[in-house]
């Protein structure tokens, strides 16, 4: 027997011995198995007696058979061994992947003899495999993505960047892996951004705006958000970072401003002027219905032809008519301006509510318009608010209600007082209508259901806006409900907080 042969028996009974729990083959040098040990047949599925005598085909994936072959062949000729990872097929057909060192040595005989140590990595590989594919999902996605995304250590060192990292800064992702962000970013910057670093590496999620400038020498804004990472147990290991061109966002937004200013500016501009205007148009108006009445009741003597009378209380009407819209237009200014000033006293609504039925009667009367009047007097209480205004609101519905109801119809105003809802004034008519869809055209100011040169109702569109703004003004609120054909009814709530109850 020879000095090698005498040297490898023990050999392979030690790593026998010693290998228990990886895989041991020993084959001879035409590759056939003359040993397997107990690892082996846990690892493939045969047992020895099923492998002896077999050729190491029995375990390899045809396809890497013969790749393998001469690749290994090749290094043991040379070195005397050979490692890596070798894809193997189990006895029950899955396939699996051992980490394997092979060594070459004289069996007993004097012949050419290898024997394997076979470790099975296959949940590893997976497992990497698995970690792979997914960072490459995550770069793949990442990269599509619009923004700046990277993933730092505990140390602030990089860990992943996108390609929006890339570009940024003009240099490939190899660059940053492993490098601390206050290598990589400039001193003043990174003072700037480390203490929001530190938030997200306590655990907290941090968001902040910075402005940059690129490598093309542009500046830009950006969003920056942190999100901690946290290990199985809750510990932050980490934090991703995004950040997000803002620069497009926050221009518009500052247009937008602007233009809200612009426009804001403008609004007071035009309240300011309609109340100039009002107040300039309301001297002369004055004078004029002053006039008119004393030649209507010809105070400084007959006048000679009736029909200049006639003409007198046309202008009076016409005058009266023109102050009341120059009155509604001072009070939308000064509404608009938050300077109108309520003057509250103690108001009985239903005498009020009665004395405004008795104005508008006659109109009613005209126009062929039956109003009746329901107020539960006994358990209304008084009313603290500025009786001018709340007339204002009581005319202008019972106006419009009589405006568009047509001959033969009904207008019933109701008034009650209720514990939660406070003091409700409702106005209902049997009159047009209006669509649903122009309900929040007849509550805006200056806007008409019927916009036409020839409309069939006079009128500015002020009317319902301002009696809507004088009950807020009261801390009220008004509801209108209509449908086409059928009528209106305008439902006026103020607070119950705003009632008064006579000392017991």
């Known amino acids: 027997m020879s000095d090698a042969a005498t040297g490898a028996l023990p050999l392979r009974q030690a790593l026998f011995q010693d290998q228990k729990d990886n895989g041991l083959i020993v084959t001879d040098g035409n590759g056939v198995i003359v040993d397997w040990n107990a690892g082996a047949e846990r690892m493939y599925g045969y047992s020895r007696e099923e492998t002896l005598g077999q050729s190491l085909d029995l375990i390899r994936v045809p396809a890497d058979v013969t790749k393998l072959t001469d690749t290994m062949a090749a290094v043991l000729a040379r070195d005397g061994s050979w490692s890596g990872d070798v894809n193997f097929r189990r006895k029950d057909g899955s ?6 060192v092979v060594f070459a040595f004289i069996d007993d005989d004097g012949s050419p003899a290898m024997i394997g140590i076979n470790r099975d990595v296959s949940e590893q590989r997976r497992a990497q495999k698995t970690e792979q594919e997914a960072a490459e999902s995550l770069r793949l996605i990442t990269d599509s993505l619009p923004g700046h995304i990277l993933h730092v250590d505990r140390d602030l060192r990089y860990r992943f960047v996108n390609k929006g990292i890339e570009e940024l800064y003009g240099q490939p992702r190899e660059y940053f892996i492993g490098k601390r962000v206050s290598d990589v970013q400039d ?23 910075l402005e940059r400038t690129s490598v093309d020498g542009v500046r830009r804004d950006y969003q920056t958000t942190c999100l901690p990472q946290f290990d199985a147990s809750g510990e932050v290991v980490g934090c991703y970072v995004l950040s997000v061109d803002v620069t497009e966002r926050k221009r518009a937004e500052a247009t937008a401003l602007a233009a809200k200013d612009e426009a804001e500016h403008a609004n007071k501009a035009k309240s300011e002027f309609l109340a100039n205007m009002s107040h300039e148009l309301r001297t002369p108006l004055n004078a004029i219905n002053g006039f008119s009445e004393m030649i209507f009741a010809e105070t400084l003597g007959p006048l000679g032809n009736v029909e200049y009378q006639k003409y007198a209380g046309y202008i009076k009407e016409s005058g009266q008519h023109l102050l009341g819209l120059i009155n509604d237009l001072l009070d939308i200014s000064k509404i608009e301006a938050g300077s109108i000033e309520l003057a509250d006293e103690i108001v009985g609504l239903a005498a009020l ?37 709340i007339r204002q609101v009581v005319l202008n519905l019972l106006s419009n209600a009589v405006k568009f109801t047509q001959a033969g119809g009904e207008v019933t105003v109701r008034v009650w007082y209720h514990v939660d809802r406070g003091f409700v004034l409702q106005v209902a008519d049997t009159g047009i209508g209006i669509a649903a869809h122009n309900i929040p055209k007849a509550l805006t100011r200056f806007e008409q259901v019927e916009s036409t040169l020839d409309r069939t109702y006079e009128g500015t569109g002020l009317g319902l806006p301002l009696t809507k703004s004088l009950v807020e003004e009261h801390g009220g609120n008004l509801d209108l409900h209509s449908q086409v054909g059928v009528g209106t009814v305008i439902t006026v709530s103020l607070p119950a907080s705003r009632a008064i109850r006579p000392a017991a």
Do not use: K, W
């Not at 396939?95 to 394997?100: A, I, K, L, M």
């Not at 107020?375 to 209480?381: A, F, S, V």
């Open 95 to 100: 396939v699996g992947v051992s980490n394997t």
């Open 187 to 209: 001193p003043a910057v990174y003072r700037e951004i480390a203490p929001y670093f530190e938030r997200a590496l306590d655990g907290a999620e941090v968001t902040f705006e």
């Open 353 to 389: 509510v009665r004395s405004c039925v008795a104005m508008i009667r006659e109109r009613a009367d005209a126009e062929n318009v039956q109003i009746h009047v329901d107020i539960d007097e006994e358990l209304l209480p008084l009313l603290c608010a500025d009786e001018m205004r």
